[in-house]
């Protein structure tokens, strides 16, 4: 039997998942789906990432073990795949990869030794004991060339990532390297022999002239002393593998490489090699490096790299928390069907270049593919065979006698045109399905939406009703259009698999449009005379003008002031707090509707610095309070207490970039020191607070002027 195996990458167990991590897996899943209805078994993977420095300090910060660090984000991750439809219980992956589980150590471990007995091509050891001296990001976990930073801000300090401008760490110390520098002939010829290996094409350019331009060899681990959260080297414990060894190397391990147990349950042997979807962003680690310690262990190249483009907000921005411009998945997963949210996805982003998100948008599409088109064609053609028919498919033939007639009123009585044209249309359908070119795959099946609802139209089968010798027309015309919605609820399966079967259900049809062959759909095979099930409509329209009130009365974060005092007000404990300043004097300028002035000395007091939120979490018993971690650039973070909890949700703070008063006396607010406060607006009746933030980036510390 046919096997194939798909892999979105497995996420980095520090944060928190976001659309983006969404997005692969929704393709993956569309992918899969789409193999399996044509009887392929497939397995697909996805999961988390869970060693190294990075999560190491999240978890550290977090007052978590890396493990419960790990724990926490995989369960948020669990939740996020079971309410979007995309784990094993509705259909989706075969396996959550988690690279803490055992299994994975040892195939890791029997990889590395195979890889470290290893000759390069050119006949020296893959693996090298040597001494590294460089910039690492943590974040990032990549090692930095002088082109892959910026230079310091002032002397002494460390250079800061392009992508996080977070930082960067020094290292200078023993390490293992793995001999990259040998193998670039060996991968050009791969790339030169499949030019399908890495996609889409402008990528694999990209990939070509990176291996061009000289290859360096590759850190691949580091002392234990400096990063202990990991995969030991086998035989030489006090070095901890480089994370992105150990990762690349969990799609094998997955499916059974150096560990019987899972070969016998999955099968590397039955599903390796793999197709790999991964984002543009780490394209570099899977279209390189992969490949290359693949050679060195003696395994086979995966299928191909497939990497697509990054969502961005509506103005082209990239998405980040702290520009707040993130799209909320509980925001998606409150006002939007999970159907409508792949169809976004998968129509809106070409595949491979960079797409936009937004909330309008998606609403737009909903209401005009889905509600108006799709939807709209599939109620009406049911409505009207409930009406005409009673219930049942008419037939699709229109007898000799009758076909003059049919003519006269400009319908088609050859069916083969309008059978031709679908099929031409699944066609091409199917053809951009297997590029992966989603957008024009979904373009192709709409083309059959716009066509049948034009034939309705143009036949106006309200009228046809009214003529006793038309009633073979007007159930001709109906059963094409029922008949176009079979083909229809089995080409958009992959996509839609719940509003298919939906549709599927209502037609009537026994079975499921997962189980049927799209290449080996054919015209005519919808039963005359089987009876339709309950019309309802599959993609109710959004009210637009409602779930944008909703949407964005919700991102207004609501409350208190966000000062410390404000935190416990009314509490308790608000005896703890200061009292407020006596109200001054009103001056001339009050008198005129002018705050009174100040120096700008008196500004020049306040000492403002921007911080990031590295954790956040409730104060037992304080509703209102959140214990806040801040960055402000210092060498430990600061420790805020803020009045927002009944506004903010903590995981939601985590990574935002806030204004903290970095001057004010440290103060204990229900027994823990405050260190600072967060500046926020406040509004509304009740001060609502909205926290101030940046919508450029800005490195932590900085002072406001
Ligand atoms: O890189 N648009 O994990 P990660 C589209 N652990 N996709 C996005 C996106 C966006 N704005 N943001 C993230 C890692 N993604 C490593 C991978 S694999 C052996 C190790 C998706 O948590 C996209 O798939 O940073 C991207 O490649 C991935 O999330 C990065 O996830």
């Not at 997962?514 to 339709?532: D, R, V």
Request: proline fraction near 5%; glycine fraction near 8%; include cysteine.
């Amino acid at each position: 039997m046919k096997t194939f195996y798909v892999t979105t990458p497995i996420y980095y167990a520090n944060s928190l998942p976001h659309l983006g991590h969404l997005y692969t897996m929704i393709v993956a899943d569309t992918i899969a789906r789409a193999k399996r209805q044509r009887g392929i078994e497939t397995y697909f993977l996805t999961g988390t990432d869970e060693h190294g420095i990075n999560i190491e300090r999240a978890a550290q910060r977090a007052g978590r073990t890396p493990k419960e660090q790990a724990d926490y984000v995989v369960s948020y991750y669990k939740k996020m795949t079971a309410e979007f439809g995309l784990d094993t219980e509705h259909g989706g992956y075969d396996i959550f990869m988690r690279t803490t589980a055992p299994f994975h150590y040892q195939g890791v471990s029997e990889f590395w030794r195979k890889v470290a007995k290893a000759k390069t091509p050119k006949g020296n050891d893959a693996i090298y004991k040597g001494h590294y001296e460089g910039w690492f990001c943590a974040a990032c976990a990549e090692y930095k060339t002088e082109d892959e930073y910026a230079k310091p801000k002032a002397e002494g300090e460390p250079p800061t990532c392009l992508v996080h401008d977070t930082p960067l760490d020094r290292v200078s110390e023993e390490s293992y390297f793995f001999r990259l520098s040998d193998y670039a002939e060996a991968l050009l010829e791969v790339f030169e022999s499949r030019p399908d290996f890495v996609r889409p094409e402008a990528r694999r350019n990209e990939v070509i002239s990176f291996v061009r331009g000289g290859l360096q060899d590759l850190s691949v681990s580091r002392l234990k002393s400096s990063v202990s959260w990991g995969i030991p080297v086998p035989d030489d414990p006090e070095h901890t593998m480089y994370v992105w060894f150990d990762a690349l190397i969990n799609y094998i391990t997955a499916i059974g490489y150096g560990n019987e147990e899972r070969e016998r349950a999955v099968g590397f042997k039955k599903y390796w090699p793999a197709l790999h979807l991964v984002g543009k962003d780490i394209l570099r680690f899977h279209a390189v490096y992969w490949p290359a310690f693949l050679i060195a262990a003696g395994v086979e190249l995966p299928c191909a790299i497939v990497a697509h483009g990054m969502w961005l907000d509506p103005n082209g921005r990239k998405m980040s928390k702290t520009l707040g411009n993130t799209i909320e998945l509980d925001v998606l997963q409150k006002h939007f069907s999970i159907d409508a949210i792949r169809y976004f996805c998968l129509r809106e982003m070409v595949f491979g270049q960079d797409g936009r998100f937004g909330y309008e948008a998606l609403i737009d599409r909903s209401n005009s593919d889905l509600a108006s088109g799709l939807g709209n064609l599939s109620s009406r053609t049911l409505t009207m065979i409930a009406r005409y028919c009673d219930s049942r498919i008419p037939s699709g033939v229109i007898p000799e006698d009758k076909l003059l007639l049919a003519k006269r009123t400009g319908v088609d009585t050859d069916e083969t045109t309008v059978a031709g044209f679908i099929e031409h249309a699944r066609d091409q359908f199917l053809l951009h399905f297997e590029n992966l070119a989603f957008s024009r795959a979904l373009e192709a099946a709409w083309s059959v939406v716009a066509r049948i609802d034009k034939m309705i139209t143009d036949a106006k089968p309200w009228d046809l009703a009214k003529d006793e010798n038309q009633k073979q027309t007007l159930g001709v015309i109906l059963y094409r259009a029922a008949e176009s919605l079979r083909w229809l609820s089995v080409l958009l399966h992959p996509v839609m698999p719940g509003a298919s079967q939906a549709m599927w259900n209502q037609l009537g049809l026994q079975g499921s449009p997962a189980q049927t062959n799209p290449s080996e759909l054919k015209w005519g095979e919808l039963k005359e005379g089987s009876s339709i099930g309950d019309v309802q409509p599959v993609f109710p329209r959004i009210d637009k003008a409602n779930v944008m009130a909703e949407i964005n009365a919700a991102e207004e974060p609501a409350g208190v002031h966000a000062t410390e005092a404000d935190a416990v007000a009314g509490s308790a404990s608000a005896q703890e707090t200061q009292p407020a300043p006596p109200m001054k004097h009103a001056t001339e300028a009050d008198a005129v509707g002018v705050t009174s002035f100040i120096e700008i000395d008196d500004f020049a007091k306040v000492d403002l610095r921007v911080g990031q939120v590295l954790s956040a979490e409730r104060v037992p018993k304080a509703d209102k309070l959140l214990l806040m971690k801040i960055d402000i650039g210092e060498e430990q973070p600061r420790q805020v207490l803020a009045g927002i909890a009944q506004y903010y949700e903590p995981e939601k703070m985590i990574g935002r970039k806030v204004v903290v008063v970095a001057n004010l006396k440290p103060r204990k607010l229900r027994g823990f020191e405050s260190q600072g406060m967060v500046v926020a607006a406040s509004y509304g009746e009740e001060g609502r607070p909205v926290i101030a933030t940046f919508t450029e980036d800005v490195p932590n510390g900085a002072r406001l002027k």
